[in-house]
């Protein structure tokens, strides 16, 4: 524990006493990142880039903090991954809907922030592009039980023919 500040000395003073007295101490040897450049040192920051940084150190969606139009036409961009979650085709309508809902509902608020030019999203293609996308994902995790079972099974027979070799 570090003793009090002595009311003779300024504080400034006293942090570099206590840092060279760590240093002799070897407090700031084998530290992780030692010998390595500070990441972002020489690129210009603006007033907000520290809260970027904490943003993404601690993986938040920054989709949450867009303003309402700027979040609807995110939304919008990614639909296509949304829906291939969806199992069932009322599930994959019943979020379209939604997405349309609050589409009509944000044109029919007052605007805030950017100028919200988000169209409605039209129901068939989208059902239609995940139809075809839930085939496509169904047929890869086909190949890949085939090729996980083909594993298997060369290495149920490479571990029989390794008993037969013992015993033989």
């Given at each position: 524990?570090?003793?009090?500040?002595?009311?003779?000395?300024?504080?400034?003073?006293?942090?570099?006493?206590?840092?060279?007295?760590?240093?002799?101490?070897?407090?700031?040897?084998?530290?992780?990142?030692?010998?390595?450049p500070i990441p972002g040192l020489g690129q210009p920051q603006h007033e907000?880039?520290?809260?970027?940084?904490?943003?993404?150190?601690?993986?938040?969606?920054?989709?949450?903090?867009?303003?309402?139009?700027?979040?609807?036409?995110?939304?919008?961009?990614?639909?296509?991954?949304?829906?291939?979650?969806?199992?069932?085709?009322?599930?994959?309508?019943?979020?379209?809907?939604?997405?349309?809902?609050?589409?009509?509902?944000?044109?029919?608020?007052?605007?805030?922030?950017?100028?919200?030019?988000?169209?409605?999203?039209?129901?068939?293609?989208?059902?239609?592009?995940?139809?075809?996308?839930?085939?496509?994902?169904?047929?890869?995790?086909?190949?890949?039980?085939?090729?996980?079972?083909?594993?298997?099974?060369?290495?149920?027979?490479?571990?029989?023919?390794?008993?037969?070799?013992?015993?033989?």
């Amino acid at each position: 524990m570090t003793e009090r500040k002595p009311s003779n000395m300024s504080v400034p003073d006293w942090i570099e006493q206590q840092i060279r007295a760590a240093q002799a101490q070897g407090a700031f040897e084998n530290l992780p990142g030692a010998g390595k450049p500070i990441p972002g040192l020489g690129q210009p920051q603006h007033e907000l880039a520290w809260v970027a940084n904490y943003l993404r150190r601690e993986n938040v969606d920054t989709a949450e903090l867009l303003p309402p139009a700027l979040a609807i036409a995110k939304e919008v961009e990614l639909l296509r991954e949304r829906l291939v979650r969806e199992r069932a085709e009322e599930d994959a309508r019943a979020v379209v809907d939604d997405l349309n809902a609050r589409i009509d509902a944000a044109h029919a608020r007052p605007q805030i922030g950017p100028v919200f030019r988000v169209k409605l999203v039209a129901v068939e293609p989208a059902i239609a592009q995940w139809r075809a996308d839930r085939a496509a994902l169904a047929e890869i995790r086909r190949a890949e039980r085939e090729a996980q079972q083909a594993r298997a099974g060369a290495a149920d027979r490479a571990a029989r023919r390794r008993w037969w070799r013992r015993t033989g």
